[in-house]
């Protein structure tokens, strides 16, 4: 199975700071990499797909890089809204995996 | 709007079985693959099966592997997850979620782009 690691696990910022979180795959995945955004008590969101593109109605502050085993969700001007918890999931191989998620947090 | 209600979840005794169901609606629902994710009390999530569109392809995670079956009606847009002898550790949130595409397999790539809200299975005696 392909290992997914997110770092950091948390993280705290200034609204308007930019925040990025890396995820790193055990092996290749080429560019199927998904992030999603889960607040709390409620359901996953996708937020990027195919490693870079923003899902339908998701802000243009958040961006995705990366390709083959590291990839980086940036959150451009962080708002009091994007506390969340942050997965990266590959789709490049089953079973579907994800990191252990990044929670993002208001200082 | 897609959108995707989960029931069935309850208090199953260790070893005992549940069926969880998922209906679709504002979506032609043979067209996509589905999936079934959970995340445990304050953990992660993790993917647990997938099914293709026509039904015929499927997958499963290891930890559920010869005990969970998923299965599909597309004429009542419903996607099932028959649990079987359920341990304490299969104690989650239970999410489905619609695939972007309908395909399953080595060479078809879907992310998970609608969720519904969960329904709740606790394994306990």
């Known amino acids: 199975d392909i290992q997914m690691t997110q770092s950091p696990s948390a993280l705290s910022a200034s609204v308007g700071d930019r925040t990025t979180i890396t995820c790193r795959a055990s092996?290749?995945?080429?560019?199927?990499l998904a992030w999603y955004q889960q607040k709390p008590g409620k359901a996953p969101k996708l937020l990027i797909y195919?490693?870079?593109t923003l899902a339908s109605g998701i802000p243009s502050r958040f961006s995705g890089s990366g390709s083959g085993t590291e990839f980086t969700l940036s959150i451009n001007s962080l708002q009091p809204d994007d506390v969340a918890t942050y997965y990266c999931?590959?789709?490049?191989?089953?079973?579907?995996?994800f990191g252990q998620g990044t929670k993002v947090e208001i200082k | 709007e897609v959108q995707l209600l989960e029931s069935g979840g309850g208090l199953v005794k260790p070893g005992g079985s549940l069926r969880l169901s998922c209906v679709g609606s504002?979506?032609?629902?043979?067209?996509?693959?589905m999936s079934w994710v959970r995340q445990a009390p304050g953990k992660g999530l993790e993917w647990v099966a997938g099914?293709?569109?026509?039904?015929?392809?499927?997958y499963y995670g290891d930890s559920v592997k010869g005990r969970f079956t998923i299965s599909r009606d597309n004429s009542r847009n419903t996607v099932y997850l028959q649990m079987s002898r359920l341990r304490a550790d299969d104690t989650a949130l239970y999410y489905c979620?619609?695939?972007?595409?309908?395909?399953?397999?080595?060479?078809?790539?879907?992310?998970?782009?609608?969720w519904g809200q969960g329904t709740t299975v606790t394994v306990s005696s």
């Open positions: 979620a619609k695939e972007e595409a309908g395909l399953l397999g080595p060479n078809f790539h879907n992310s998970m782009d609608v």
């Open positions: 999931q590959q789709y490049d191989s089953y079973p579907r995996t």
């Open positions: 504002g979506v032609i629902f043979s067209n996509y693959a």
């Open positions: 099914i293709s569109g026509g039904g015929g392809d499927i």
């Open positions: 195919k490693a870079s």
């Open positions: 092996q290749s995945i080429n560019r199927w």
